[in-house]
T-cell receptor
C-alpha cells in the first residue's frame, strides 16, 4: 500500500515552455501533498505544501507564479513549471500524506526535468 | 541552528559491520520521527518510523529514540554494499535533515 506515482518520470523541454508534473496517490487519499526539488548531490528542498481544495503554501524564496500547484482532488496534485529556464533543471519529487493517517510521507519516484 | 541535524558523512563501514546514523532535532515537542533511504538519482523510500522512546527493530534496522536528549538514531546490522545510500532523518514527517551518506565497502 501507500504508493505514489509521478508522471512524467523524465522530461526535456525548450527554454520558455511550461511543463506539468502530476503526482497521484494510488491507493490512499492524500489530504496533503508536498513538492520538493533536489539538485545533484544536494539535499531535498521543500518547495511547497498543498492541501486538497486550498491554495498551496510556498516556502520562502519559491516563486508561486512560476511554480503553479493545484491539488484538485484527494489523489492528485500537479506542479506546473511555467516559462522554464535551464536553471529550473532539477529532480522534482512529490510526496503525499494519508488522510487521517500518521505523519508519514510517501514519496513518488520523481521527475527529472531538463530545460535546454 | 537547523531544526534537524545530521552528520553529512560520508560514513564508511566494512561489509558485515554495524552502521550507526545519528540525528538531533531542536523542537522538544516533536512526536514522530522517520528514517528514509535515498539511492543516488532516486527518490526517498521509507525505512521506518518511531514515536516512543526506546528501540524499534525491523529486520536489520533498529531505530532508537531519546526524546530527553532530542536525538534519534538508526542502526543497520550486517551492513551490505546495497545499503550504500543517503539516509534522511525526518521529524514530524515534514522537516528533513540534509542526510548522511553511507558507504558499505565489500
Amino acid at each position: 500500500g501507500a504508493v505514489v506515482s509521478q508522471h512524467p518520470s523524465r522530461v526535456i523541454c525548450k527554454s520558455g515552455t511550461s511543463v506539468k508534473i502530476e503526482c497521484r496517490s494510488l491507493d490512499f487519499q492524500a489530504t496533503t501533498m508536498f513538492w520538493y526539488r533536489q539538485f545533484p548531490k544536494q539535499s531535498l528542498m521543500l518547495m511547497a505544501t498543498s492541501n486538497e481544495g486550498s491554495k498551496a503554501t510556498y516556502e520562502q524564496g519559491v516563486e508561486k507564479d512560476k511554480f503553479l500547484i493545484n491539488h484538485a482532488s484527494l489523489t492528485l496534485s500537479t506542479l506546473t513549471v511555467t516559462s522554464a529556464h535551464p536553471e529550473d533543471s532539477s529532480f522534482y519529487i512529490c510526496s503525499a500524506r494519508e488522510q487521517g493517517g500518521t505523519d508519514t510521507q510517501y514519496f513518488g519516484p520523481g521527475t527529472r526535468l531538463t530545460v535546454l | 541552528q537547523k531544526e534537524v541535524e545530521q552528520n553529512s558523512g560520508p560514513l564508511s563501514v566494512p561489509e558485515g559491520a554495524i552502521a550507526s546514523l545519528n540525528c538531533t532535532y531542536s523542537d522538544r515537542g516533536s512526536q514522530s520521527f522517520f528514517w528514509y533511504r535515498q539511492y543516488s538519482g532516486k527518490s526517498p523510500e521509507l525505512i521506518m518510523f518511531i514515536y516512543s522512546n526506546g528501540d524499534k527493530e525491523d529486520g536489520r534496522f533498529t531505530a532508537q529514540l531519546n526524546k530527553a536528549s532530542q536525538y534519534v538514531s538508526l542502526l543497520i546490522r550486517d551492513s551490505q554494499p546495497s545499503d550504500s545510500a543517503t539516509y534522511l532523518c525526518a521529524v514530524q514527517g515534514s522537516t528533513f535533515g540534509d542526510g548522511t551518506t553511507l558507504t558499505v565497502k565489500p
